[in-house]
């Protein structure tokens, strides 16, 4: 069974870009969550997406914003990038929201330089 | 707000210790508490998963537990082996949240040399 895949592996933007995250989740897995590690921090909860809908957002402010698409893969899209949104992206699914674990993705590391 | 607290943040040891990781909650209202492990360059991976009405989970080397009252949880590591060197993470599940929101600690880098 495939993991949670995640792509680009890497990124590289300039402060004031808009930077597009994709995440494909575990076959038959309806959750996604977004979470970001940028460094020296502990994850923090962005998104999370279930059947298509914005189900609840983390402490960020609005230029973080995402879809989840009708195959339930999910773009996390970061607009007027800040040097400090340098950090690593982590996605995560679950078959529901009901489920105790989350499977998490390998991550897109950007940096905004 | 919940805040999780990781100690020590980082670890080395000679191969064939045994070793304890911490982990600290400030609100013991948790629906669940997991360990995780990542390495570099990849996403994390789920080792042990406690409800909040056990005190303790095993897996091979690994043994978990859950002091709710306290806002406790330790991860012991038998006999570690170079192969464990990685981050290892805990997480909650907040039991008032009404969703699968995870609230990560900052991690224990563990380095364990043959």
């Known amino acids: 069974e495939a993991g949670v895949t995640q792509s680009p592996t890497h990124l590289i933007k300039t402060r004031g870009q808009q930077a597009t995250l994709r995440c494909s989740p575990i076959?038959?897995?309806?959750?996604v969550y977004w979470y970001q590690q940028a460094l020296g921090l502990g994850l923090q909860f962005l998104l999370w997406?279930?059947?298509?809908?914005?189900?609840n957002r983390g402490n960020f402010p609005p230029r973080f914003s995402g879809r989840q698409f009708p195959n339930y893969s999910s773009e996390l899209n970061v607009n007027a990038l800040e040097l400090e949104d340098s950090a690593l992206y982590l996605c995560?699914?679950?078959?529901?929201?009901?489920?105790?674990?989350?499977?998490f993705g390998p991550g897109t590391r950007l940096t905004v330089l | 707000k919940q805040e999780v607290t990781q100690i020590p943040a980082a670890l080395s040891v000679p191969e064939g210790e045994n070793l304890v990781l911490n982990c600290s909650f400030t609100d013991s209202a948790i629906y669940n508490l997991q360990w995780f492990r990542q390495d570099p360059g990849k996403g994390l991976t789920s080792l042990l998963l406690?409800?909040?009405?056990?005190r303790e989970q095993t897996s091979g080397r690994l043994n978990a537990s859950l002091d709710k009252s306290s806002g406790r949880s330790t991860l012991y590591i038998a006999a570690s082996q170079p192969g464990d060197s990685a981050t290892y993470l805990c997480?909650?599940?907040?039991?008032?949240?009404?969703?699968?929101?995870?609230?990560f600690g900052t991690g224990t880098r563990l380095l364990v040399s043959p």
């Open positions: 076959s038959g897995h309806t959750s």
């Open positions: 997480a909650v599940r907040p039991g008032n949240t009404g969703f699968q929101k995870l609230v």
């Open positions: 997406y279930d059947e298509g809908e914005e189900r």
């Open positions: 995560a699914s679950s078959p529901t929201e009901f489920t105790d674990t989350q499977y």
């Open positions: 406690i409800q909040s009405s056990q």
